[in-house]
């Protein structure tokens, strides 16, 4: 059973350029979660999403990042107009259900803004 | 929200040593998870424990949900165990809650 999977590993972008993360869930889970990592810092909540529905966005920045977990396919994390201070490490998760299960994380992806 | 943190910050073992690490967090939870993220930044789910007891080889992991604390033991550590250990809880709603980790360096 193929764990969470997230692309691209790494990924540079220049400023004011877009950036597109993907996540693959667990099979069988439909639930998905985002969560970033600042530099020697833990990880903080961004988004959580069912299939074609976002459940929770309160950590998520109010400007240039957008989150969709579509019918089909991946999870997708947009951030538009990318800054130095985007550089980050952006972890994918996903559960069973969103209730008492527990999260399974990706093995990220490293974003450099230079 | 719910308030987690762990102790020590920084912690420096001889190889074959033992260690506690420890969580404390400010409310009643519904999910309690403990991670290994190693040198490469991977996130290794360590144990899902919301209440009681488990183990899993050299590691092993309490939690007291009616104290608010859970305690992660690492036995006879190994180089391969450096990295930074990080427990993260959930108090209602759908996100987990991160602690700031502790550092863990394992020499020969």
């Known amino acids: 059973n193929a764990g969470v999977m997230q692309n691209p590993r790494h990924l540079v972008r220049r400023r004011g350029q877009e950036a597109r993360l993907r996540c693959s869930p667990m099979?069988?889970?439909?639930?998905v979660y985002w969560y970033r990592q600042l530099p020697e810092e833990g990880l903080k909540f961004m988004v959580y999403?069912?299939?074609?529905?976002?459940?929770?966005e309160s950590g998520m920045p109010k400007e240039r990042f957008s989150a969709e977990f579509p019918k089909e396919g991946p999870s997708i994390l947009r951030i538009q107009q990318v800054v130095r201070g985007d550089s980050a490490a952006y972890f994918c998760?996903?559960?069973?259900?969103?209730?008492?299960?527990?999260?399974?994380f990706g093995p990220g992806t490293r974003l450099t803004v230079l | 929200g719910i308030q987690v943190e762990q102790s020590p910050p920084d912690l420096i073992l001889q190889e074959g040593a033992n260690s506690t690490l420890r969580c404390n967090f400010s409310d009643s939870v519904n999910n309690l998870q403990w991670f290994h993220q190693n040198p490469w930044g991977q996130l290794i789910n360590l144990f899902y424990i919301p209440s009681g007891t488990k183990q899993n080889g050299r590691l092993s992991a309490t939690t007291v949900a009616t104290e608010r604390y859970s305690l992660l033991y690492i036995s006879s550590s190994q180089t391969t165990d450096s990295g930074v250990y990080f427990c993260a809880a959930r108090s209602g709603g759908n996100k987990l809650t991160f602690g700031t980790g502790t550092q863990l360096k394992v020499e020969l």
């Open positions: 998760a996903s559960s069973l259900n969103g209730r008492d299960n527990e999260q399974f």
């Open positions: 099979k069988g889970h439909s639930h």
């Open positions: 999403l069912q299939k074609e529905n976002i459940i929770d």
